[in-house]
């Protein structure tokens, strides 16, 4: 199997394009036309990881967290990166990180922990901006609904749980084709008039030119005409953290107990409880302290996150149980994601979650 197969997969889910600005996820090392003969999941890339994928004959290494974070300047093993990178290029095996923009899919890693904390009715906490555009697209009215099925398979038109969504409106297109032009309707050399819909949707930036294409191999004209500008609008379906209820109001330390019971941990942190009910719950796997004001404006009876500084807990301000319950607990589960996205498309393709814990934190 080449590797772009793997990187198309996990990226339909997860679109690099989503990955916040200082990430660095993706391809790290190796080539996107490598047989791949087997891939190893972790949640970080370790030396003991590498040599775990070694062992089995695979030869790549998918990851939550991307072993290079920061520039490199230099390959001489001073440090565990640098070590990394020199043993999976000696080993000939492919470093593959899937971060920020697995955190921020509405199917990504908020999503899975949200599914162990039998959550419903989920949204993003805090939706991103500036990822969307209108496309407008002008055809003949005898081609609306072809033009129309192109837009919509190729992925424009979705707008948070609805697909398929366009606005169209009727108008009179003109147009002269000069020597040497093919026109579909029309004379050379004479204004023409033709009755066309404009068709407008909406579509995530990174599609666009997918999409542009796709509409192109079933517009009837020589040259289509279409247009295509930003949006300040939200992207509900991208974002970080993620909120949803329980089934039913649970107290809190019912629901803590349950938290520690699905995390796996011997304790956790967490501000002074307020003696009522748990039924909204807010959560960021990793670290999600930025976000308390979000949990706080969506009502949210309690916010889990995997980092807090001391300060933070005073914003909880008697308004909502804020839980620190640990970077590696809270994203624990993005292992076992990734290779359910994979296993689903590939199912005899060799995959394996490591069985290494590189949770750099212990307990006592």
């Not at 624990?332 to 689903?344: A, N, V």
């Amino acid at each position: 199997m080449k590797l772009q197969q793997i990187k198309d997969v996990i990226e339909s889910i997860a679109p690099l394009q989503t990955q916040e600005s200082y990430d660095n996820s993706g391809l790290l090392v190796g080539n996107e036309n490598d047989e791949i003969t087997g891939a190893l999941i972790t949640l970080d890339i370790t030396e003991e990881v590498i040599e775990e994928a070694s062992a089995l004959g695979f030869n790549m290494i998918i990851s939550h967290h991307p072993p290079i974070f920061r520039p490199l300047k230099r390959l001489t093993g001073s440090n565990s990166t640098e070590r990394c990178v020199i043993m999976a290029i000696k080993k000939g095996i492919a470093l593959y990180a899937a971060h920020t923009n697995l955190d921020n899919s509405m199917k990504g890693v908020n999503a899975i922990l949200s599914e162990k904390l039998n959550l419903k009715n989920l949204s993003i906490l805090q939706p991103t901006q500036g990822m969307l555009r209108k496309l407008i697209i002008f055809t003949p009215q005898s081609h609306q609904e072809i033009v129309r099925t192109a837009l919509f398979k190729a992925g424009a038109g979705v707008i948070g749980a609805y697909d398929s969504c366009s606005f169209n409106s009727p108008g009179q297109g003109t147009f002269r084709a000069q020597e040497g032009c093919n026109p579909y309707v029309g004379e050379i050399g004479e204004l023409h008039t033709e009755p066309e819909v404009k068709i407008e949707t909406i579509l995530p930036a990174w599609i666009e030119n997918k999409v542009v294409k796709a509409v192109r191999e079933v517009h009837p004209y020589e040259e289509m005409a279409w247009d295509s500008y930003p949006l300040n609008n939200e992207f509900t379906r991208v974002g970080a953290g993620m909120v949803g209820t329980l089934l039913k109001p649970v107290d809190e330390i019912t629901f803590l107990t349950k938290l520690k019971e699905v995390l796996h941990v011997p304790f956790i942190k967490h501000s002074p409880l307020l003696n009522r009910k748990i039924n909204k719950v807010g959560l960021c796997g990793g670290s999600g302290n930025f976000l308390i004001p979000d949990a706080m404006a969506n009502h949210c009876d309690v916010y889990i996150t995997g980092e807090l500084k001391y300060h933070d807990y005073f914003t909880a301000d008697h308004k909502i149980v804020l839980v620190e319950a640990g970077h590696y607990e809270t994203e624990q589960f993005s292992k076992e994601l990734l290779y359910t996205i994979l296993k689903e498309k590939f199912t005899t393709f060799a995959l394996q979650i490591s069985g290494k814990n590189t949770n750099p934190v212990t307990y006592l």
